[in-house]
Every structure is written in C-alpha cells, then in structure tokens.
C-alpha cells in the first residue's frame, strides 16, 4: 500500500470514528431526555449513558443544552419533506390541512423516544423549536404551500401570513400537550385538522 493510500485508509476510519462517537452521544442523549427529561438530565448522565469519556463528549458538544438542539433540530428536518409532500399532493382542503397535521402526529408517534422525550422535556422543546435554525424554514414552507392552494382555489382565500403563525403554534402546542398526555394520534390530528378547516370556512 503507498503512503497516499495508507494516509488515506487512516484518515477514513478516523472519520468513521468520529462520527460513530456524535451519534452515540446523540443517542445517549436521546435516551437520557425522554427518560428523565432536559431539566434532569445533565451531561454526566448523557456520558455515562453513551460509554465514552467526558473528553469525548467535549470534542464534539460544549453542553447538554446543543445535544438536544441537535436531536429537535435533526426531527424537524426529517419531517420538513414528508409535510410538504403530504400538502403538494392533497386534492381537498381537508387533506391539505389534517393530511399534513396526521404527517407531523403520526411521525411523532412513530418515534417513542422523541415523543417521550418532548413530554418530560416541553419547556425546552417549546424553546428550541421556537429559537431553531427549522422554524424559519417551515414557517416559509407552509406560508408558501398555503398561499399555492389559495391560488390553485383549493382554498379559499385568508391572510396566510397569520395562519401560518397560527397553524405552527397549534400544532406545537397540541403535540406537546399529547406527549405529556399519551392522547392517540389519530384524535390529534383529527382535532388539529378540524380545528383549521372551521377557520378557513367562508
């Protein structure tokens, strides 16, 4: 093997290292939250949880508090397509609005550690969600989905700009108020939709 590609052979399993070592913090983390909750949890838990060194966990996070930034962060993300596609295809108001709503319901049911996480953390999630780099980005997306629909006459015409504020804080609030209260999701979403779809009525 030449130097190139034994540097290079090195270099790729100190990488592969590296990010082995983040997500075994992220996944410690994750499992330190939804367990005891963010306000508990402190990074001597999250360490001991992820069988690494304290120095480890330094090298890659200054704090408990950017471990969860990460975790809110990278599940907000992950939904971001499966929303807009849920409302790009939708044929009817009501599956414009409680197909997208059952999307966000369904994906936090569907991922027990975050929705435990979000009900023995929801100060801090309610915080992270509303400070995130996401926000901005969702905000525009469902702005610009709803503010397409009107256009297309798939629904009838509001002021977008404050039902976006409004739909984004709802549904917050809602699924933090589930997580904490193990409602099903089904009667999440149901209730979410409806509650939109009496809004938007002429």
């Known amino acids: 093997m030449s130097a190139d590609a034994s540097a290079a052979s090195v270099g790729g399993r100190r990488e592969a290292t590296k990010r082995a070592n983040r997500q075994a913090i992220l996944d410690a983390g ?7 909750g963010f306000d508990a949890a402190t990074v001597r838990d999250v360490v001991r949880e ?3 060194s304290p120095g480890t966990f330094y090298n ?3 704090d408990k508090d950017s471990v969860f930034r990460v975790l809110v962060g990278d599940f907000l993300a992950a939904l971001r397509p499966a929303v807009r596609e849920a409302r790009a ?8 609005v409680e197909g997208a709503f059952r999307v966000v319901v369904e994906a936090l049911y569907g991922d027990p550690a975050m929705l435990a996480l979000i009900g023995r953390s929801s100060s801090a999630f309610r915080a992270h969600v509303l400070g995130g780099a996401e926000l901005p980005g969702l905000f525009a997306e469902l702005r610009d989905d709803m503010g397409a629909a009107v256009e297309r006459g798939l629904l009838p015409a509001f002021d977008v700009e404050l ?18 209260s193990g409602r099903a999701p089904a009667e999440v979403a149901t209730f979410l ?5 009496a809004a938007l009525r002429p």
């Open 30 to 36: 994750r499992a330190v939250f939804s367990t005891v």
């Open 163 to 180: 039902m976006t504020a409004a739909m984004i804080g709802a549904a917050l609030e809602v699924c933090i108020l589930a997580a904490a």
């Open 60 to 62: 890659y996070f200054p």
């Open 50 to 52: 992820s069988g690494l």
């Open 89 to 96: 295809t939708a044929e009817t108001p009501e599956a414009f």
């Open 193 to 197: 939709g409806q509650l939109f779809l």
